[in-house]
């Protein structure tokens, strides 16, 4: 069955940038989706369509593509940005949705 | 405002059945395509199952695949997912999700309905 690949864990210091990367052979042919879950509460979108960011996710949060790798950019992490993130896209029918196994983001 | 409201979970023997509910209100439900996706605990989100506005389309992840239904009743604005023939694995929160039309992403949740398969 198809996966997407996610570095378990990514630590930055406040005012740093985290990256957070995704892998999967049909990310060329499929858009990746990035949420953000904090303890306790639903996951919420935070970049669809690979790199567009959905109204009210601050600007610091940004999406890009190449090959079978998306990256979710935080620019100038804050305290509040810890949480877990997940890609989610589809496998290479479009058919069956996948997520990632999520990344754990520590702000030291 | 969008408001989705899972109900239905609870704590199950192992082979036994559950029925999931998920109440949307605030869209027009008919429109939107839905899916429910589950977390066990202290692991990652797993999608379930999907189903198309009308009801006409409908996947399974592998795992669930001749023991879930999902279907949908747009007059009541509600999903649902049937769980048969549960499994300790099946243990985690379920979700249930609505997939914009306009970027494919899950712009909303509820959230969620913990699940606990355990003699």
């Known amino acids: 069955s198809y996966e997407l690949t996610q570095p378990p864990s990514v630590s930055v210091s406040p005012g740093q940038t985290a990256r957070i990367t995704c892998s999967g052979d049909?990310?060329?042919?499929?858009?990746a989706y990035w949420y953000q879950q904090k303890p306790g509460q639903a996951p919420v979108l935070v970049i669809y369509?690979?790199?567009e960011r959905p109204s009210g996710i601050p600007e610091r949060f940004s999406g890009s593509s190449s090959g079978t790798t998306v990256t979710l950019t935080i620019s100038g992490v804050q305290a509040e940005d810890e949480a877990d993130y997940y890609c989610?896209?589809?496998?290479?029918?479009?058919?069956?949705?996948?997520f990632g196994g999520g990344t754990k983001l520590t702000v030291l | 405002e969008v408001q989705l409201v899972e109900s239905g979970g609870g704590l199950v023997q192992p082979g036994g059945s559950l029925r999931l509910s998920c109440a949307a209100s605030?869209?027009?439900?008919?429109?939107?395509?839905m899916n429910w996706v589950r977390q066990a605990p202290g692991k990652g989100l797993e999608w379930v199952s999907y189903i198309s506005s009308s009801g006409s389309t409908i996947y399974y992840a592998d795992s669930v695949k001749g023991r879930f239904t999902i279907s949908r009743d747009n007059a009541k604005n509600s999903l649902y997912l049937q769980m048969n023939s549960l499994r300790a694995e099946d243990t985690a929160v379920y979700y249930c999700a609505s997939r914009s039309g306009s970027h494919g992403g899950f712009d909303y949740w509820g959230q969620g309905t913990l699940v606990t398969v355990s003699s």
């Open positions: 989610q896209s589809a496998d290479s029918s479009g058919t069956y949705t996948v």
């Open positions: 605030g869209f027009t439900f008919s429109s939107y395509e």
């Open positions: 369509k690979d790199s």
């Open positions: 049909a990310l060329p042919k499929q858009y």
